[in-house]
């Protein structure tokens, strides 16, 4: 009997610690899925991004937003005002600034918003509206607000999105292939759109090879509405018969008929070359000088005193000649490369493109197309880009 009840507590036993493992193993299931969903959430939320980047990327983006409002400041007035007083002028010029941007009915929703919310923290109540009431009303005003540019802000993107996906057709994926050519190109647009342009395509059949860098002023939306516009102008133009002068004074003069009074110009390398004999005809239009790395290390920079595109409709452009020899290289960048900066303010500078090309190496294009990218990347670092970034390079094999 005693062996009986013994080999019960015994069954009994086993059971509930059974029970007990079971209950603990998932547990630690749970708590290891919970964990992982916690990180793959964050994953997500963050995009993979370490929290140094966050932070480099949040502030890059409050000094981009700021500085729309900081427009209307004006800062001569502020300063001649007294120490103390300046940064209650500052505030409410930022603030006049805001609601300059708003439809009158968000504005009215802001300002009674933000007089809610100051009531409910003075402790001041009015009828039988209670200071908690106040502050949920402030928060739920301020919330939708917030959810109504939230909205404005998605519709934007997907049109700027639509945008980069039509400005993606508009340029060349990959060089074209012409016998005893090796060309490559890299374009990086400071915002989801780009005013820079680049292009390479034959005038004809058997024609000269035409290469196109180009870089209107602005950035975002309006440069690259007429970067649009500049590229059907240079395809339409360029399958008519004429030189290299024809065709760029051809250029300027539809240029200065769409430069908004003045206010919008375009800077521009263009090149004929024969991919046979070498024979290259350039105009510089106003861009940086492109740099010719002979086989021999020497470098000339193919200047030109041209004015940019869209400023005068008298202007004479007058093409230049040289011969690209087998190995040589033409680098054709625009401001964007140079001008790039890093986190002390200091630009990249000619000078490091040139050290870069020097000595010559008898590499492909893209080879080397992909080091200057590389080394400029080193430079900036996790500096913010500030103006488009484009790069083609040319050679003959």
């Not at 630009?347 to 490091?352: S, T």
């Amino acid at each position: 009997m005693a062996t009986l009840v013994s080999e019960e507590v015994r069954a009994t036993t086993g059971s509930r610690w059974a029970k007990i493992h079971n209950f603990a193993h998932n547990l630690k299931t749970k708590a290891k899925r919970t964990v992982w969903r916690s990180k793959d959430g964050w994953r997500q939320l963050t995009a993979g991004m370490e929290t140094a980047d966050l932070w480099m990327q949040f502030k890059a983006e409050a000094q981009a937003s700021s500085s729309l409002y900081k427009r209307d400041v004006d800062w001569h007035a502020v300063h001649s005002q007294k120490a103390w007083k300046q940064p209650f002028k500052i505030v409410a010029a930022l603030f006049a600034g805001i609601l300059k941007k708003l439809s009158p009915a968000r504005r009215v929703l802001l300002v009674l918003s933000l007089l809610l919310a100051v009531l409910s923290l003075v402790g001041f109540q009015f009828l039988l509206i209670t200071t908690k009431v106040e502050f949920l009303a402030a928060f739920a005003g301020m919330l939708v607000l917030l959810i109504m540019v939230l909205g404005d802000h998605v519709a934007m993107k997907r049109d700027i999105e639509i945008a980069r996906e039509i400005q993606r057709w508009l340029v060349p994926r990959v060089p074209p292939e012409v016998p005893g050519i090796d060309m490559a190109f890299a374009t990086r647009p400071a915002n989801t759109v780009a005013g820079d342009y680049y292009d390479a395509f034959r005038r004809a059949v058997d024609g000269p090879l035409l290469i196109a860098v180009a870089d209107v002023s602005g950035k975002s939306v309006p440069a690259a509405m007429l970067m649009a516009n500049f590229q059907a102008s240079l395809r339409a133009l360029a399958g008519a018969p004429g030189s290299l002068s024809q065709l760029v004074t051809d250029l300027n003069r539809l240029a200065c008929g769409n430069n908004l009074n003045g206010r919008r110009f375009t800077t521009a390398f263009l090149a004929e070359l024969n991919p046979a004999t070498g024979e290259l005809s350039y105009l510089s239009a106003g861009h940086n000088p492109p740099m010719l790395v002979r086989q021999d290390g020497t470098i000339e920079r193919l200047n030109s005193e041209s004015m940019p595109l869209g400023i005068d409709l008298t202007e004479k452009f007058v093409a230049g000649e040289t011969v690209l020899e087998l190995n040589d290289l033409l680098v054709i960048y625009t401001d964007g490369v140079t001008e790039a900066q890093n986190e002390s303010d200091e630009q990249f500078g000619e000078a490091r493109l040139l050290a870069m090309l020097q000595p010559r190496m008898p590499e492909r294009a893209a080879v080397t197309l992909s080091a200057i990218m590389k080394h400029l990347d080193e430079f900036v670092g996790v500096a913010a880009q500030h103006d488009d970034i484009t790069c083609l390079v040319v050679t003959r094999t």
